[in-house]
């Protein structure tokens, strides 16, 4: 086998993706203590203003001429990175402000707000009116949606026709009002982003207008705070942000193709209070730097696929044996479905060793040939799928769902089948070297198994013990050909066969080895570019595709087997090679980096953390306070 040398790369990215990994993970529950009790102590009222600008990008809010934000943070919680949600959605992001919870729970998705479960997961208005009767709260609106739909608790809410007529309002009612809490959303920013030869950015005069003009506004609404009376005895937290950015292509330079390129998620967070210490809380690190060579496949119509010799797609049957799959992957915006956001796949497989995916039943997507033997890689909302298929209790196959994952970033998926001493197989899934399974079967677990996953029993075929399944029922041997890309049967977002098997994926780096991967191996070698005889697990490489060809129709197995993969497509463009040049690799989640910078849904949570209002279970909040220096 062939010598290649390993690239080492530094292992603080696993230092900071451990610190994070979650798959639906509730945010720490952190509460500031009471002040201190003793004599001399005084206590003031405290007080929250909240105002809400929709399509304020926080790196152009940043840049722009704005003396009265940047006067709140010598004494202020404040980020110009902070994150929304990526479906470019108001009401989605104003629902994350105000209820305190992510769209997986309020399901508020579309601008109508049709389906949405604000029953369950109220507006903070009315959680703090719950527990405080007395409480005062306004809302102030240029949106109808946004007052039909969210104020739900608050004593007064009013809606105005412009950014005018609400700030003229917002000052003379906070000069005088016994409000608790005032919240004031606005909306000229985002109409000056959408406006007719504008965008959101500043090069678009009008929108560095509006973002100015903006401040102005806010300015206008301090003043009239600090003139209040009774000012000096009370305690205001003045939180200034925007629900969501705007579309704007970045240069080049600037496009770590992270979340945090993703112009419609960059928001600017401001949390003031006279007692708070400045803490900026800047862009966290997003990965290391990748070169190479890769390709790329489109599912559904193109049909890009690249498929081994049958005969020796055999050796990569493995009976009852351990064996371990990684491989780099590059997943690109979903060409169908993006309600959910741009990189959220529903299913479709990119790669296996099986006869497909299942079906075409439109209203399921599956039946058919689903429970052909063998396995498969499959993208799964923003996470990844491997399933494994064999026989007898396990004829259906085992979902098993691995951690998220970013989109049009690297990341190194690795599947580890153990057979284990007493008949039975542990799954062991990694994502980016960091061990986690996010949900099994019914995908009703939310919580992360780092161990793994016993293969289980099917009940539906007949045996409902849950007893780990034998080793030999995980037996996927089959005739089929190993394959990369394009999989038959597979659905993804919609109803109709032309829906189906809609995938956009680079991938890069495929290793088989016929053994179980242990934990700290998987760990060390993950974001690694290439293997060589120091890798320790290097005599049990049975199949290895560097995919650095970078042109023609084969994709060489540097392997003992010497299993080439043949690229062939249904339509022109169904496959084709990409050069790329300082690719990030092994970027932690989405959802991992919103712990690091704030996102909308901790708004509500510092809120009531401010008021010393305890957070009940029920709520089910999705926040995290934020802490000054």
């Known amino acids: 086998m062939k010598n290649f040398k390993a690239k080492l790369l530094g292992v603080s990215l696993f230092v900071l993706t451990l610190a994070v990994v979650s798959c639906n993970h509730n945010f720490d529950k952190v509460v500031p203590p009471s002040p201190p009790f003793g004599q ?16 304020a990008r926080g790196t152009s809010v940043r840049d722009a001429n704005i003396p009265n934000l940047n006067s709140l943070t010598p004494n202020a919680i404040y980020s110009w990175n902070s ?20 769209p997986a729970k309020h399901n508020v998705l579309s601008e109508n707000f049709a389906g949405n479960a604000l029953a369950t997961y109220q507006p903070i208005f009315a959680r703090i009116k719950s527990v405080r009767p007395n409480f005062r709260s306004v809302a102030l609106s240029t949106s109808a949606a946004f007052k039909a739909n969210l104020t739900t608790g608050a004593d007064d809410s009013e809606l105005f026709t412009g950014d005018d007529a609400l700030t003229t309002a917002a000052a003379n009612l906070i000069k005088t009002d016994t409000a608790q809490m005032v919240v004031a959303q606005f909306s000229d920013i985002e109409a000056a982003g959408k406006a007719a030869g504008s965008g959101f950015d500043n090069k678009y005069a009008p929108y560095k207008a509006a973002i100015e003009k903006f401040d102005t506004q806010v300015g206008t609404i301090l003043t009239a705070l600090k003139s209040r009376t009774t000012y000096s005895s009370e305690n205001w937290m003045i939180i200034v942000t925007s629900n969501r950015g705007g579309a704007f292509t970045l240069p080049a330079g600037q496009d770590d193709k992270t979340i945090f390129s993703n112009t419609s998620a960059n928001t600017f967070t401001i949390i003031y209070a006279q007692t708070f210490n400045p803490t900026f809380i800047a862009k ?61 796949y529903t299913w479709p497989g990119f790669m296996g060793k099986k006869k497909d995916n299942g079906s075409g039943n439109p209203s399921t997507g599956w039946g058919g040939n689903n429970n052909s033997p063998g396995w498969d890689f499959c993208l799964f909302q923003n996470r990844w799928r491997f399933m494994p298929v064999g026989i007898n209790s396990v004829a259906n196959g085992e979902e098993i769902a691995g951690l998220e994952f970013t989109g049009d970033t690297w990341h190194d998926l690795l599947a580890v089948m153990e057979r284990r001493p007493d008949g039975t197989t542990l799954a062991r899934l990694y994502t980016d070297g960091v061990p986690g399974i996010c949900n099994k079967g019914s995908y009703s677990q939310t919580n992360p198994l780092t161990t793994g996953w016993t293969v289980q029993n099917d009940p539906n075929q007949g045996n409902a013990s849950g007893n780990p399944a034998p080793s ?58 290439s293997i060589d005889v120091s890798h320790p697990y290097f005599a049990y490489l049975i199949g290895y595709w560097p995919m650095d060809e970078g042109t023609g129709t084969t994709i060489h197995d540097k392997g003992p087997i010497g299993a080439d993969f043949t690229l062939s497509a249904q339509q022109a463009g169904g496959y084709k090679w990409n050069q790329f040049t300082n690719d990030l690799i092994c970027s932690p989640a989405a959802t991992n980096l919103s712990l690091l910078v704030p996102k909308n849904a901790d708004l509500p949570t510092q809120i009531l953390s401010w008021f010393n209002i305890p957070r009940q279970s029920s709520w089910a909040l999705d926040g995290k306070v934020w802490i000054s220096n």
């Open 40 to 55: 001399g102590v005084v206590y003031k009222t405290p007080k929250v203003l909240y105002i809400i600008a929709d399509g």
């Open 284 to 344: 966290p690190f997003v990965g290391n730097s990748y070169s190479g060579n890769s390709v790329e496949f489109l599912g559904d119509p193109q049909q890009g696929v690249a498929q081994a010799d049958q005969l020796k797609s055999q050796a990569f049957n493995f009976a009852d044996s351990s064996y371990s799959i990684e491989v780099k992957v590059k997943k690109h915006k979903n060409p169908v479905n993006v309600s959910r956001g741009d990189y959220y």
């Open 83 to 102: 994150l929304a949600d990526t479906n470019q959605v108001d009401a989605t992001n104003w629902a994350d402000m105000i209820t305190g919870v992510l």
């Open 472 to 529: 030999s029922d995980i037996n996927g041997d089959n005739n089929s050909i190993l394959r990369l890309g394009y999989t038959p049967g597979e659905m993804d977002g919609g109803t109709t066969p032309s829906t189906f098997g809609k995938i956009d994926v680079d991938l890069k780096e495929l290793k088989i080895f016929r053994a179980a991967l242990p934990e700290n191996v998987a760990k060390q070698y993950a974001c690694d570019q």
